[in-house]
């Protein structure tokens, strides 16, 4: 099974600033994701974080407001821009290597104020 | 979207059976059924998955009809750690496939 770290386990910002989260595998994966969660809320796919190219974002999402960097096999990181309250959520990585399970970070809470 | 249906919540008493019902009558011949839950502020865990066959784990049994458009996760003897909400997914597991989207699951509480 494959560990997944994630950084910072939770913050606290302000209105207007950007904070980047860090997911860190411990064995190569072939597959990165990054989810959101608001409060009370089943999980949201943001986007697939693609080895040394641009990620892939669904509906909703977008690279200016979201960018995901994923340098190599085992590390991405999801930047929230310019927040408001309405990012307050928890952000999950999930990484894996097909067709076997994924498996997720404990998450990151974001609170905005 | 996600391509399942389950009840929103179950109740089962501890020791007994849990059987939680999935609907993915839309699910295409090369597509796996995978099953997480989520327990209280935890990220998600995997419990197990399967593409046609039934399948057998130390944490769950996963039965899967034979025209593949519904399944059962069951837990043999529930305790009060399996509380927890619990997602069925639908997923094509090849690289490049990026569709696992988590629908808004069964919250299963096992009753003392």
């Known amino acids: 099974s494959a560990v997944i770290s994630q950084k910072p386990s939770r913050d606290i910002c302000q209105r207007g600033t950007s904070l980047t989260i860090q997911c860190q595998v411990d064995s190569q994966v072939t597959m990165m994701f990054w989810y959101r969660q608001q409060p009370g809320q089943s999980l949201t796919l943001i986007a697939t974080?693609?080895?040394?190219?641009?990620?892939?974002?669904e509906s909703g999402f977008v690279i200016d407001k979201f960018p995901i960097s994923r340098p190599n096999l085992t590390f991405s990181t999801l930047t929230v821009s310019n927040m408001s309250p309405e990012d307050s959520s928890i952000y999950l990585c999930?990484?894996?290597?097909?067709?076997?399970?994924?498996?997720f970070g404990e998450g990151s809470r974001l609170t905005v104020l | 979207d996600a391509k399942t249906t389950q009840p929103p919540s179950m109740d089962c008493a501890e020791g007994r059976a849990a059987n939680l019902p999935c609907n993915h009558s839309t699910i295409s011949g090369n597509e796996y059924v995978y099953w997480y839950r989520q327990i209280h502020s935890q990220g998600p865990q995997y419990i197990i998955h399967g593409l046609k066959n039934n399948e057998t784990n130390e944490m769950a049994s996963l039965i899967i009809t034979e025209d593949r458009k519904s399944s059962t996760l069951i837990l043999p003897h529930a305790t009060l750690r399996d509380t927890a909400v619990y997602y069925c997914?639908?997923?094509?597991?090849?690289?490049?496939?990026?569709?696992?989207?988590f629908g808004t699951g069964t919250r299963l509480t096992v009753i003392p």
């Open positions: 974080a693609n080895q040394g190219s641009e990620a892939t974002y």
């Open positions: 999930s990484a894996g290597t097909v067709p076997r399970e994924l498996f």
């Open positions: 997914i639908v997923w094509l597991a090849q690289t490049g496939a990026n569709n696992l989207f």
